[in-house]
């Protein structure tokens, strides 16, 4: 059981917007904010998209955005494309035995 | 641009020690601006941080595998290991080798840079 929990799937057309949760708690999410976003394709390595909540690295998208609010992240997909398409993992810091967790991932289909 | 490979056996018996190697292809796992870790991934499942490390600084393990896990590195040659000892078919995994991003502590799970992965299979 992962410490982090997400929807296991979540869908949308492509141009649409979707959002996709990531609850915690106090002791992770809600206690910092280093929250971390990835994307993976099928057979690939993560990609880093979200980084410390809302920053994102170089090259990413301005599609890709961050949110946090309490105890819950968020990851927002604007216009999507099909190339959307993947597993999204949230990670954060876990102060209570530190540790950096991750969450049980997403999977967006594009419809 | 920036390179990371993994390397090892990809079976091993229960009870047996995973050795993995990390070869980046650049000078910069001696630099006090990036912290390089370990990540894991069962298949079918989501990521697991297994440790990061500064090379001037401290290492920094997952608790969960603490008790038997090492990680080091070798500037000289640009590589860095992951020593798992008595693994068990629960350690079978695609194991990564990434590098945080720069400037940043190993706390913010910021990989930004990651290798292929290698697969790892544990079983007698």
């Known amino acids: 059981q992962s410490a982090l929990t997400q929807p296991a799937s979540v869908s949308g057309s492509p141009g649409q917007s979707i959002t996709i949760s990531c609850t915690g708690t106090g002791s992770d999410i809600g206690g910092n904010n280093y929250v971390s976003w990835y994307q993976q394709h099928p057979g690939k390595a993560p990609k880093l998209i979200i980084y410390d909540v809302s920053d994102r690295p170089s090259g990413v998208s301005i599609r890709f955005s961050g949110s946090k609010s309490g105890n819950t992240a968020s990851l927002t997909i604007s216009g999507l494309l099909a190339e959307d398409a993947a597993d999204y993992y949230c990670?954060?810091?876990?102060?209570?035995?530190?540790?950096?967790?991750f969450g049980g991932g997403t999977t967006l289909t594009v419809l | 641009q920036l390179q990371l490979q993994e390397s090892g056996p990809g079976l091993l018996k229960p009870s047996e020690t995973l050795s993995l190697t990390c070869t980046v292809s650049d000078d910069s796992i001696g630099s006090s601006a990036f912290y390089w870790g370990w990540v894991r991934q069962p298949p079918g499942k989501g990521p697991e941080w297994i440790g990061s490390f500064l090379y001037s600084g401290s290492t920094y393990y997952n608790p969960s595998l603490e008790s038997r896990v090492t990680i080091s590195a070798d500037t000289s040659k640009k590589q860095y290991s992951l020593k798992l000892t008595s693994v068990s078919a629960a350690d079978t995994a695609v194991y990564y080798c990434a590098r945080h991003v720069q400037g940043s502590g190993w706390y913010r799970g910021a990989f930004h840079v990651w290798g292929q992965g290698t697969m790892v299979t544990v079983s007698s």
């Open positions: 990670t954060s810091y876990a102060i209570s035995n530190t540790r950096v967790v």
